[in-house]
Each structure stands twice: as C-alpha cells, then as structure tokens.
C-alpha cells in the first residue's frame, strides 16, 4: 500500500508524515459494555497478576530491602499538582476548569524507577514460577516463593538466561529483577538508551548488548539470540501478556489512592488519563485495567512524539504492526528515549481500538519545557519522556479535535467536575549530572 492510499484511509497520515503535531481521536472506539466481550483478556487475568505479585511480594521485600518498608509491594504515589495546573493555564492558555490535576508518579517506583516495574517485574516472576513448577522447585502455583532464595534453586536460575530489548527502562526493570534472581540477565540495547541506564545495569551484573540501529533491531536479534537458545526466555515488549498484565494492575491500586483524595469517578465526574507511548506495552496495559474499573467514565490519551508515532499511526491506518513510521518517511529519532519506537506493539494496538479515546503528538521541545514546568511549580523531577504526558491536558483543554469529543460524549458542561493525571513514567534513578544536563537542554 502507498502513502496515498494511507493518507485516503487516515487523512492523519498526512499530517504524521510532515512530523506536524496532531490531536487524532479514535473512531473505532466504542461503549465498553459493548467492547468488553471482545477482548482478549478480562478481568480475571488482572486478578491473577495482582495474586502473583501479592504472593511474590515477601521475597521482593527480602532481596529488594528498599522495599521492606512496603512489604515487596510496589507502588508510586498519586500526587496534585495545583501549582502545575495553574501554570499550564497560565503559560499554555490551557484551562482544565475546576478540575483537578494529579501526576501519577510510576517515576519513583522502587527498584527500576520507571512504570516498567509493573509489567517486566510480573513478567519474570510468571517465567520463575513456571521454572520453579518444572524444576520441582514449587509443587503449586500457591508455593513459598522464599524457597527460591535456596541453594538448589539459585543454582538452577543461574543456568537459565532472561533476555529483554529495551531503549532503557524495560531494560533496567527486567535485568535488575533477572539478575536478582540469580539469572544471567542480557539486555539488547537500541541506540537511543541512554549511557547512564547501561551503566547502571553493568553495575548490577546484567550483560548488556549495544546496536547502532533502533529498537525494532534491537528487539528482532534479541529475540532470535534467545530463541535459539532452549535455556533463555525472552520478555517481548512486542507481545507479551504477562508484561500488559502487570501494567493492568496499576488500576485497582490506584483506585484506592483516587477514593484516599476524595476523587469520584462517574457520569458526571469524569476522568482523564494520559499517557506517553512508545511500543505500547505499559500504556495499553495501564488502559485496560482502568477501563475495567471505570469504564465509559475514563477517557484515556496516549501521548508520542512527532518523529516516532508508531500507535497513532498504526491505529489510523488499522495497519497496527505491519507499518512503521519510517514508512511514511520518518526517521523514529526523537529525545525522548523511552519513546524511540517505530514499530507499535502487535499485541496491544488491537486490543486498544475500542478503549482508547486518542493520541497527541508533540515536538522533542516541549518535553524539556513541561519538565522545568513541573520542577519549577512542583519541585517533582520526572525524566523528559515522561513529560509527554502533560501534551494530554494542554491539547485536550485547547485542540478542536479533542473539544469536539467532549461535545460528542456529553462530557463540555462536566469538566468542572473532572480529573486529571498525567502518567509520569520515569525518573528516580537518573543521575544528578544527567539531571542537569536536561534541565539545561533547550530545543
């Protein structure tokens, strides 16, 4: 198919390929009652995510001490940030109204620093269970997940390999939880990972392999490496359950954080969510547990950036993986790291067509900008490819598209009463020289 064809299907596409920024909103979406029942997954495989990392949480306590305080569960804080709301409206025209603003802060997740907590921590532990089932290990799914700090087990860990691409987070998540375990943990790193995450892996044991290209290579060779061999499981970003459901779970623990501020979410107090992507794993899984709890009443916006907008793209043209933006002549470079993809997840773009409310795009600039922003008014550090999230709340109270979907879904006259959160997806553990180095970068 050429771009005419393309651009005939999603005149979007026209816009993408000039690397302007745009507001796309989903037309495939549908009422949740009527989507629920086709897909994929339910509720019941949160549930089991949520079980797992429940029972998984003594050992985590145990090897991870930063997490004792919590007893090995890991969970950010949801935060207001009136003074950022305020200087959005201030700076940017964009005014949310009397709704409240909160970043939901997956940036200071114990451990891995990053929202890949969730997804890559749950994805290795179903892997270990699974070995330790086979191995004799476990006799059941329910079994004393401390038995794997035993001699025996460590050394039958340490003949196994986990394996992993990453532009930089899932890397730190899923090597720091292999390693830990007593894996030999290789992580494939794309070009666009940053010195400081490969450093930081090193320091931990993990093996880390570098590629001149982008993450679509990292990924391909990273996976054929461990599919040839019988003793290494490979976490692909690309199309792993495990990794969306771990991300799933992130709902319900914040449902509770949302009840604690006195936040309500229904018909008429609506909630908006919005998050960067890059594949679309921790995004798509974040989606899903929300709109199985909120249902019809969450909105949710991803956000990517001009260079590399591989979901909005994929989802417009209902190419999902079998088009990638250097297709539409895009080079998939951008500064934020954790969004350098050009090919979106097979997994997650079908299951998100009925869910997702749409997409943003933005220029490498702003995520810079938003960052000084929320340092300056709130005094919270988030890494800049997190920062795309605040593109959400600033498009959503100004572009035409996204005020015609508040008309559309009889939400204008209730924004008043609305929420907020922008999904901070990284950021604890980058350096303090590297720190400074962004908050001097201007584009």
């Not at 969004?339 to 933005?362: C, D, F, N, Q």
């Not at 508040?406 to 006259?413: C, K, Q, S, V």
Request: proline share 4%.
């Amino acid at each position: 198919m050429d771009m005419e064809k393309w651009i005939e299907q999603a005149p979007v596409v026209a816009d993408l390929a000039k690397a302007k920024e745009v507001c796309w909103v989903n037309p495939k979406k549908v009422p949740f009652a009527g989507a629920k029942d086709g897909l994929t997954f339910g509720p019941e495989d949160i549930k089991e995510a949520s079980d797992r990392l429940a029972r998984f949480a003594p050992l985590l306590a145990k090897i991870f001490p930063e997490t004792a305080e919590t007893n090995g569960i890991i969970e950010s804080p949801l935060t207001e940030i009136p003074a950022m709301k305020a200087l959005l409206l201030e700076k940017y025209g964009a005014d949310l109204e009397g709704g409240r603003l909160f970043v939901k802060r997956d940036s200071d997740l114990a451990v891995a620093g990053s929202v890949k907590a969730r997804g890559g921590f749950h994805d290795v532990l179903k892997h270990t269970e699974d070995l330790a089932l086979e191995a004799g290990i476990f006799t059941s799914r329910d079994d004393d997940p401390m038995k794997l700090l035993q001699p025996e087990a460590i050394a039958y860990f340490a003949k196994h390999k986990v394996q992993v691409a990453s532009t930089g987070n899932l890397g730190v998540s899923i090597g720091m939880m292999s390693a830990h375990l007593g894996y030999q943990a290789i992580v494939h790193m794309s070009a666009d990972a940053k010195q400081w995450k490969k450093d930081y892996l090193r320091a931990h044991g993990v093996t880390v392999v570098e590629y001149a290209g982008d993450y679509g290579k990292a990924i391909t060779e990273g996976r054929a490496l461990s599919d040839a061999d019988p003793d290494s499981y490979f976490v692909d970003d690309e199309n792993s359950k495990e990794l969306f459901m771990g991300y799933a779970v992130a709902a319900e623990r914040m449902q509770k954080q949302l009840d604690d501020a006195g936040v309500t979410v229904d018909e008429d107090h609506p909630l908006f969510v919005y998050i960067p992507c890059g594949v679309g794993g921790a995004p798509g899984g974040v989606t899903f547990g929300l709109k199985q709890l909120y249902g019809d009443n969450v909105h949710v916006f991803f956000t990517e950036p001009v260079q590399a907008c591989c979901m909005v793209l994929g989802m417009a043209t209902g190419l999902h993986d079998q088009i990638c933006v250097q297709d539409i002549g895009l080079s998939g470079k951008t500064h934020a790291d954790g969004l350098a993809v050009g090919r979106a997840s097979k997994l997650v773009g079908r299951i998100m067509e009925p869910l997702l409310s749409g997409e943003a795009t933005l220029e490498d600039a702003k995520i810079y900008e938003y960052m000084r922003d929320l340092y300056g008014s709130e005094g919270i550090f988030i890494e800049p490819s997190s920062c795309a999230a605040f593109e959400g709340p600033v498009k959503l109270a100004k572009a035409a598209e996204f005020k015609a979907y508040l008309y559309e879904n009889g939400l204008a006259d209730k924004m008043k009463n609305a929420s907020h959160i922008a999904w901070a997806t990284g950021g604890k553990l980058v350096p303090e020289d590297v720190r400074k180095a962004f908050m001097e970068t201007y584009l």
